[in-house]
């Protein structure tokens, strides 16, 4: 039996080439097979159908043409992001260049904790990361200096950098009691759990933002220290705290500001759109996400640190990685740029993507979407049997059928899953649920966006 081929090395590049064209042969068929932007028939015909495809996942004996049949198999189960009418999540298309670096991060396999299995991937890391850094907390039209006070570090998305962010906090101020909006994310609180917090102040709020006078009547009636966690793109509606006022509390009550901008932070490429965000540059931490208004392939997380002082309690030695007398040679270390120990190279393509596009490009195409977002609400608020939630602040439309009660768009919005052909999310405001409509393709076209209405106007009993 002969020894399989590996991915890199000198052979590498020519083992991979026949397994490419096998690759992208079977995503076309399998993305033909389903025909849209989600496999129809439901979750028993969908999962039918892939156990008959997997059969023994296990056998005795290799089955040769496994990589066609199963990627063959998940493209004609998967939710297409690409596909216009694929619109229910914060998931986005991803750029084909990002891909195509992930694909060399892979082959390449580096591990980002010691120096000596990543050498090149540590030094990119770090430059890039200072970059982005400087995109939150500097001026978008310089670049960062050597000795730039803010740093970054790279996640697995949003949950894990808000994760870190609480961690960064009770260990600054040692011990720390969270304070968000209803609408906040749910990884916050269950942050707060995991790292033995006090139970959470939960502020409610009817409009679907932070109120400052409610945070500020909080904070005067609670004994610190406190973390205030705003929102930059709430996952239901796309909504955007007031930033400004909300810092100016934290200042005058001497709370820690974290803000999270998994959803919006991509606005800060957008010279349009980035004003939106004014007020991020006084939080002591913004977590950012570029698998979501970045077009990043999952995994694409980041935590912006204001103060690089606050990272020290990440500091970990561990001999066989970060020797005393390897650090003081020089070698970098990386244990403390994270939690885990074995990291894949994410850092490459949003390197990749930034060298190819530029800020302007990322910015244009962050536009785009917004733009979309823009038609789609305007379409909606001229049907006569459709109700439009709000105009979007940023790529998220909410939107139900006229007189519809809960139950009804529930229903309209299963059927459309279950027959695999629109994917609408659902969102609960102003005591009402909402079909929720997230546009992350910029290939969208204004056609795409009526067919979308027409499909969920089609399937609405009257």
Request: hydrophobic residues 40%; aromatic residues 2%.
């Amino acid at each position: 039996m002969s020894t399989p081929p590996l991915a890199s090395g000198p052979e590498g590049p020519d083992a991979l080439r026949p397994l490419l064209d096998t690759v992208l042969h079977a995503l076309a068929e399998g993305s033909a097979a389903r025909g849209g932007p989600l496999p129809a028939g439901g979750p028993e015909r969908v999962a039918e159908r892939l156990r008959t495809a997997l059969g023994d996942p296990l056998p005795p004996h290799g089955t040769p043409d496994a990589l066609h049949t199963l990627v063959r198999a998940l493209a004609e189960g998967a939710a297409d992001p690409a596909d216009p009418l694929c619109a229910a999540h914060l998931h986005c298309p991803p750029l084909a260049v990002a891909t195509a670096a992930d694909l060399a991060a892979s082959a390449l396999n580096p591990s980002l904790d010691s120096w000596d299995q990543a050498p090149a991937a540590s030094e990119l890391e770090a430059v890039l990361t200072r970059t982005l850094a400087h995109l939150v907390y500097g001026d978008p039209d310089t670049a960062p200096t050597p000795d730039a006070h803010s740093d970054a570090l790279i996640t697995t998305g949003g949950t894990e950098s808000n994760q870190l962010a609480l961690l960064l906090a009770r260990e600054k101020h040692h011990g720390i009691q969270l304070v968000c909006a209803a609408g906040a994310h749910h990884s916050l609180q269950r942050a707060a759990w995991l790292l033995g917090l006090p139970e959470p102040v939960v502020l409610p709020s009817p409009a679907g933002t932070l109120d400052p006078a409610a945070l500020d009547s909080a904070l005067t009636e609670l004994r610190g220290p406190h973390l205030v966690a705003a929102t930059a793109g709430t996952t239901d509606a796309g909504l955007i705290d007031p930033l400004p006022e909300i810092a100016d509390l934290c200042a005058t009550h001497g709370a820690r500001l974290h803000i999270d901008a998994a959803y919006g932070g991509g606005l800060l490429f957008s010279d349009r759109h980035r004003p939106k965000l004014d007020g991020l540059t006084r939080a002591d931490t913004v977590t950012l996400d570029l698998h979501k208004l970045g077009w990043q392939p999952v995994a694409a997380g980041l935590l912006a640190v204001r103060d690089p002082t606050d990272l020290t309690p990440l500091g970990h030695r561990a001999d066989y990685l970060n020797a005393d007398d390897d650090t003081e040679a020089g070698h970098p270390d990386l244990l403390g740029r994270s939690l885990r120990t074995t990291r894949r190279p994410d850092i490459l393509k949003i390197a990749v993507t930034l060298k190819t596009l530029g800020r302007h490009g990322i910015g244009n195409l962050v536009d785009q979407v917004c733009a979309h977002a823009h038609e789609l609400a305007d379409l909606v608020a001229a049907h006569p049997g459709l109700e439009l939630y709000d105009h979007p602040v940023i790529s998220t439309v909410l939107f139900r059928p006229e007189g519809a009660t809960d139950d009804t768009v529930a229903a309209v919005r299963r059927t459309l899953l279950d027959q695999g052909r629109a994917v609408l999310g659902r969102a609960t405001l102003d005591g009402r649920r909402w079909l929720k409509a997230t546009l992350l393709n910029p290939h969208t076209r204004p056609g795409d966006l009526a067919t979308l209405l027409k499909l969920v106007e089609g399937h609405t009993p009257r």
